[in-house]
């Protein structure tokens, strides 16, 4: 089983998804290095992140 991680925004819309991760850690750290990108990005209309979420797909992992 592959994990995937969603970043969302305060209106729960959902900002980036991705995934293929062999375990959850991998998905949070991986969706928690992203938005962290996200949020210092100097643009002016970047999002506001809300929530940083981890899940689970019936794939097999990519990555590794």
Request: charged share 30%; no cysteine; glycine share 10%.
């Amino acid at each position: 089983m592959a994990w995937f991680y969603e970043i969302r925004s305060s209106s729960y819309a959902v900002l980036k998804r991705d995934g293929g991760l062999p375990t959850q850690d991998a998905a949070k750290n991986a969706g928690r290095e992203v938005a962290k990108k996200m949020k210092n990005s100097r643009q002016p209309d970047r999002p506001d992140i809300g929530r940083i979420m981890a899940g689970q797909n019936g794939e097999k992992p990519t990555r590794y």
